[in-house]
Antibody
């Protein structure tokens, strides 16, 4: 059974970079699927941030394109989120998820991590 | 971006039938999906492709719609269905989510 787990600092200062790790067990991230980051703001709004494919290509939400980077460490079966120049508006719960565009015929997030709460504050 | 509009909250009694709606600002064909998020938990995929039941999800859940108007139906509702339900589209880039409908079981 696949499991995903986010980890990283819970508090980041404004203008700094937010960095999170998603550790995947039960599936090798280079075997297939895409690996995504989503965030949920206070008040329930959710935003898809981007993904890294099993082959290493990336696709980002244009609203974040200048600030976001998703990378991976295949030896550790982990992928990462870096969001630069954060402001208080980046305060959210960040989720990593497996993105399937093949078996479900549409792009859906069919496995999620528990989420990591990140507050941006000085 | 495609904006998805959901009603904010509903309250129903156990055993009743409830429909949760999601309207898209432009056509998403059948590229609409539904997730359930219980308090303190991660979202869980319920319905994909507008009407396809995810493996392991009870048949009490069903979805319908195409184009811009979609519905998630729970029949009959159980106490354990207390959660926020989100729609999400993957037909247009970027993927977008609805603001969620909080379902209360009386």
């Amino acid at each position: 059974e696949i499991q995903l787990q986010e980890s990283g600092p819970g508090l980041v200062k404004p203008s700094q970079s937010l960095s999170l790790t998603c550790s995947v067990t039960g599936y090798t991230i280079t075997s297939g699927y895409d690996w995504s980051w989503i965030r949920k703001f206070p008040g329930n709004k959710m935003e898809w941030m981007g993904y890294i494919s099993y082959s290493g290509s990336t696709n980002y939400n244009p609203s974040l394109k200048s600030r976001i980077s998703i990378t991976r460490d295949t030896s550790k079966n982990q992928f990462f989120l870096q969001l630069n120049s954060v402001t208080t508006e980046d305060t959210a719960t960040y989720y990593c998820a497996r993105l399937d565009g093949y078996y479900h015929a549409f792009y859906v997030m069919d496995a999620w991590g528990q989420g990591a709460s990140v507050t941006v504050s000085s | 971006d495609t904006v998805l509009t959901q009603s904010p909250a509903l309250a129903v009694s156990p055993g009743e039938r409830v429909t949760i709606s999601c309207r898209a600002s432009e056509s998403v064909s059948t590229g609409m999906h539904w997730y359930q998020q219980k308090p303190g938990q991660q979202p869980k995929l319920l319905i994909y492709g507008a009407s396809n039941l995810e493996s392991g999800v009870p048949a009490r859940f069903s979805g319908s719609g195409s184009g811009t108007d979609f519905t998630l139906t729970i029949d009959p509702v159980e106490a354990d269905d207390t959660a926020t339900y989100f729609c999400q589209q993957s037909w247009n880039d970027p993927f977008t989510f609805g603001s969620g409908t909080k379902l209360e079981i009386k």
